[in-house]
């Protein structure tokens, strides 16, 4: 079932495979396949590392270690309808999905260690290293504008919504890598805008 899917491209409108098509080719592409998710889970591993380590690093000096727990420090969205206002809780929404990573991580021995000796407050630099790549995205994408621009400028010399579009990239390829899914011939649900203006600040 699994190897069926590297078919699909061969497939004609009346159910038939393109003539020529033989088995050996598929599974070199199903090989393929398989050796570009060890190189791009790699490259996304060291991606995901160093972006923790910059994220953290910026808000804790601004903010303090606590800094993330507090909604005060992050854009605060409203989406009004029909004259009214209602606030989106992007930053409860976070903070709940990192409870439930602390949770699932609560026998790890640094989770261990803050939930015993500090109550269960995590520092930022600590609590990053229970970021998922779609938590880190999402970290990003709340942040306050300026606060966003001034990463994006320090670490890629570019603007804040392609570095958020870049992420959530990111976390879309690293999670087909992390579950083996297929990445030849696939249609993603969003591209990486803006990597040729790498050196666009404004």
């Known amino acids: 079932y699994r190897l069926s899917a590297y078919f699909l491209p061969f497939k004609l409108d009346n159910g038939n495979y393109k003539e020529g098509l033989s088995f050996e080719r598929v599974f070199s592409i199903y090989e393929f396949d398989r050796k570009l998710h060890g190189i791009l889970f790699n490259a996304l591993e060291e991606t995901e590392i160093f972006l923790r380590s910059k994220i953290?690093?910026?808000h804790a000096h601004k903010y303090g270690a606590l800094g993330y727990m507090d909604e005060a420090n992050f854009y605060i969205k409203y989406e009004c309808k029909g004259g009214e206002c209602k606030k989106i809780e992007l930053h409860k929404n976070f903070i709940e999905n990192f409870k439930r990573e602390i949770e699932k991580n609560k026998n790890i021995l640094f989770v261990k260690?803050?939930?015993k000796n500090y109550g269960g407050e995590f520092p930022?630099?600590?609590?990053?290293?229970?970021f998922t790549f779609g938590m880190l995205s999402k970290f990003f994408a709340n942040m306050k504008l300026q606060d966003q621009k001034s990463l994006s400028s320090d670490i890629y010399?570019?603007?804040p919504k392609y570095v958020?579009?870049?992420l959530r990239c990111c976390t879309d390829l690293r999670n087909i890598c992390a579950?083996?899914?297929?990445?030849?011939f696939r249609i993603f649900s969003a591209a990486p805008s803006g990597i040729n203006n790498?050196?666009?600040k404004s």
């Open 124 to 130: 930022i630099w600590a609590a990053s290293e229970m």
């Open 56 to 58: 953290s690093y910026f």
């Open 157 to 159: 010399k570019t603007k």
């Open 179 to 184: 579950h083996y899914g297929r990445l030849y």
């Open 113 to 115: 260690h803050h939930i």
């Open 198 to 200: 790498l050196e666009d």
């Open 164 to 166: 958020g579009s870049w």
